[in-house]
């Protein structure tokens, strides 16, 4: 039956690419395996109890709930995140100019849908979430990419890299950024960056995608403007998500933006799959109407604040002293670490062997070009003992290779 199909494939299956994490995972679920590797929450404080009795809502409401819904989301909920959002989206956003995705890479997947044709530009940071990026690439895309410091992206180099780009004949559609606690890097884009972000982004006439799944995960600090709100942020499609400040497995997540851009969304998403779950958006809206998404907030925030200490006091005593650069997040899931001496393949390996993962660095660069002294280290997952026991093994896995 291959070579039968094999004629049929579309130009895009021939060149599909699948997730380089959802691979890695695979190594991961051995028995004994400590796993910094999926950005995963902890499963430990999932409020099960509190989304059971929000499950209440099927005897109440079950005959509308059990029905498909509209592909726009379920009204109730997009009232509540109307308001719920409004303190971050700097205003509350009308119906239209929201939708319900099946997570926020849903979002990201129906933007560049309804933007992007094969061969077209996005700007990315390296690294950023290959999770996004790959998607992007299945799709057709190709990538112009800007490198990040500890305040986020470098976006001085953004109007170079757009009129070079433009100059060679390339087409730039939108930049997609992770302002908020940056997936694999953990940075966070400072105010004055990411007002330049916007102010560029709408000299040029290009298009932001905003992911922001962690901004309400910050454990120090205060709370930085998103670049929805900020001036200019009409150009800017905001994408939120319940996976990191609920559970992922609700697989609800919302977009922000332009009713137009909104509305073509809109339309691919009756194609793809009709509408999210009514199901999950009922109870997602249940639980936080009945107080329980504000009181579980500040739990996970104390959490894993908790596990991002132990992994800094794990590091500084475990990994051997000067081998490994990495910086404080202030929120987020995530550690970025670099090994100047060690490639990432074979302390990957080494890693390995010895029970303990992590998720190589290269993937996270769309064009394969950096990451090879990096691992990206996921510190929400795995329990305290854990955190310490994985990261001994890791430095032990360093000293091995120097
Ligand atoms: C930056 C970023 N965007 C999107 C997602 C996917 O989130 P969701 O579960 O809402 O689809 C993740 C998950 O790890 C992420 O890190």
């Given at each position: 039956?291959?070579?039968?199909?094999?004629?049929?494939?579309?130009?895009?299956?021939?060149?599909?690419?699948?997730?380089?994490?959802?691979?890695?995972?695979?190594?991961?679920?051995?028995?004994?395996?400590?796993?910094?590797?999926?950005?995963?929450?902890?499963?430990?404080?999932?409020p099960v109890e509190q989304f059971a009795e929000a499950a209440s809502i099927l005897r109440t409401e079950g005959r509308d709930i059990l029905q498909y819904g509209?592909?726009?989301?379920y009204a109730p909920l997009?009232d509540f995140?109307?308001?719920?959002?409004?303190?971050?989206?700097?205003?509350?956003?009308?119906?239209?100019?929201?939708?319900?995705?099946?997570?926020?890479?849903?979002?990201?997947?129906?933007?560049?849908?309804?933007?992007?044709?094969?061969?077209?530009?996005?700007?990315?940071?390296?690294?950023?979430?290959?999770?996004?990026?790959?998607?992007?690439?299945?799709?057709?895309?190709?990538?112009?990419?800007?490198?990040?410091?500890?305040?986020?992206?470098?976006?001085?180099?953004?109007?170079?890299?757009?009129?070079?780009?433009?100059?060679?004949?390339?087409?730039?559609?939108?930049?997609?950024?992770?302002?908020?606690?940056?997936?694999?890097?953990?940075?966070?884009?400072?105010?004055?960056?990411?007002?330049?972000?916007?102010?560029?982004?709408?000299?040029?006439?290009?298009?932001?995608?905003?992911?922001?799944?962690?901004?309400?995960?910050?454990?120090?600090?205060?709370?930085?403007?998103?670049?929805?709100?900020?001036?200019?942020?009409?150009?800017?499609?905001?994408?939120?998500?319940?996976?990191?400040?609920l559970a992922?497995g609700t697989?609800v997540?919302?977009?922000?933006?332009?009713?137009?851009?909104?509305?073509?969304?809109?339309?691919?998403?009756?194609?793809?799959?009709?509408?999210t779950s009514v199901v999950a958006q009922a109870l997602v809206y249940q639980y936080a109407k009945l107080g329980h998404l504000?009181?579980?907030?500040?739990?996970?925030?104390?959490?894993?604040?908790?596990?991002?200490?132990?992994?800094?006091?794990?590091?500084?005593?475990?990994?051997?002293?000067?081998?490994?650069?990495?910086?404080?997040?202030?929120?987020?899931?995530?550690?970025?670490?670099?090994?100047?001496?060690?490639?990432?393949?074979?302390?990957?390996?080494?890693?390995?062997?010895?029970?303990?993962?992590?998720?190589?660095?290269?993937?996270?660069?769309?064009?394969?070009?950096?990451?090879?002294?990096?691992?990206?280290?996921?510190?929400?997952?795995?329990?305290?003992?854990?955190?310490?026991?994985?990261?001994?093994?890791?430095?032990?896995?360093?000293?091995?290779?120097?």
């Amino acid at each position: 039956m291959t070579a039968f199909w094999d004629s049929l494939y579309s130009g895009a299956a021939r060149n599909i690419k699948p997730s380089p994490i959802r691979d890695m995972l695979q190594s991961c679920r051995k028995p004994g395996m400590i796993s910094f590797a999926g950005g995963m929450p902890d499963p430990a404080i999932f409020p099960v109890e509190q989304f059971a009795e929000a499950a209440s809502i099927l005897r109440t409401e079950g005959r509308d709930i059990l029905q498909y819904g509209a592909t726009e989301g379920y009204a109730p909920l997009k009232d509540f995140l109307a308001s719920w959002c409004a303190p971050r989206l700097g205003r509350k956003v009308d119906s239209d100019e929201m939708l319900i995705t099946s997570g926020s890479i849903q979002g990201a997947d129906l933007m560049t849908m309804a933007t992007l044709n094969p061969g077209e530009y996005v700007i990315t940071e390296a690294p950023t979430f290959l999770g996004v990026t790959t998607d992007m690439y299945n799709h057709g895309a190709k990538f112009l990419c800007v490198p990040c410091d500890e305040e986020g992206m470098l976006v001085d180099r953004l109007p170079a890299l757009i009129e070079g780009a433009r100059s060679e004949g390339k087409t730039v559609k939108f930049i997609y950024t992770i302002a908020t606690f940056q997936n694999p890097c953990g940075a966070t884009m400072s105010l004055e960056r990411r007002k330049a972000l916007v102010r560029i982004a709408r000299e040029y006439g290009v298009a932001i995608f905003e992911d922001d799944p962690y901004g309400y995960v910050r454990f120090d600090g205060e709370h930085l403007p998103t670049l929805f709100s900020l001036d200019g942020g009409e150009h800017v499609i905001y994408a939120g998500s319940f996976s990191k400040i609920l559970a992922p497995g609700t697989r609800v997540g919302w977009c922000c933006g332009d009713r137009d851009l909104i509305r073509k969304m809109v339309v691919f998403k009756q194609g793809v799959d009709t509408c999210t779950s009514v199901v999950a958006q009922a109870l997602v809206y249940q639980y936080a109407k009945l107080g329980h998404l504000d009181a579980f907030l500040p739990k996970i925030i104390g959490h894993y604040r908790a596990k991002r200490d132990v992994m800094m006091e794990s590091f500084a005593e475990y990994l051997p002293a000067g081998e490994a650069r990495y910086t404080k997040p202030e929120g987020g899931f995530f550690f970025w670490l670099e090994t100047p001496n060690i490639p990432v393949d074979a302390l990957f390996d080494q890693a390995i062997a010895r029970n303990v993962a992590v998720v190589k660095g290269v993937p996270f660069y769309p064009n394969g070009d950096g990451g090879d002294h990096h691992c990206r280290v996921c510190f929400t997952f795995a329990s305290a003992d854990a955190i310490r026991e994985g990261v001994k093994r890791l430095g032990d896995a360093m000293r091995e290779l120097l």
